[in-house]
């Protein structure tokens, strides 16, 4: 009996994991939830949350293939907005009242901390590689002496 393996929709996979993670994140934000942790542990979820994008861009073979099938303007340019979100973000929470580490767990900037940073870490993980010229593979050449010499 010859086994068969599911086809999987890469692209689909990730639009939803995407969808749930934002809107997750966006609600508990809107909740208070990460404005009621310590700073501390406020850092480290997105520490973990940063580290865990970047290892599952690393380690999934289907993503290395949608980003290849995506193309490396794209990436950038996904990953340059992000980075200018996060820039807005960092500047707008250093000039609000109160420490820096609380701001960023109140309401619009959990969203950048938690669900943009690692978004964008994987993005550009994604276009480094996507950026990176193809190795071509030939053939092995063969042996001038596998031949004998006409003679």
């Known amino acids: 009996m010859k086994a068969t393996l599911p086809q999987e929709n890469t692209r689909l996979v990730l639009a939803v994991t995407l969808a749930l993670w ?5 609600l508990a934000a809107w ?20 580290v ?5 861009y690393a380690l999934d073979r289907g993503l290395h293939a949608a980003a290849a099938d995506t ?6 340019i996904a990953a340059l907005l992000g980075d200018a979100v ?42 480094l590689q996507a950026a990176q010229p193809k190795r071509v593979s030939s053939a092995p050449a063969r042996s001038p002496g596998a031949n004998p010499a006409a003679t």
Request: glycine share 8%.
């Open 22 to 26: 934002g809107g997750g994140v966006a």
């Open 86 to 127: 996060l820039a807005v973000t960092g500047f707008t929470a250093a000039r609000a009242p109160g420490p820096v580490l609380e701001t960023l767990a109140s309401f619009p900037y959990a969203i950048a901390a938690l669900f943009v940073a690692p978004l964008a870490v994987a993005l550009h993980a994604a276009a």
């Open 31 to 50: 909740e208070g939830v990460f404005a009621k942790l310590a700073p501390v542990t406020f850092a480290l979820l997105v520490a973990f949350a940063v």
């Open 71 to 76: 193309g490396a303007r794209a990436l950038w």
């Open 52 to 56: 865990y994008a970047a290892a599952s």
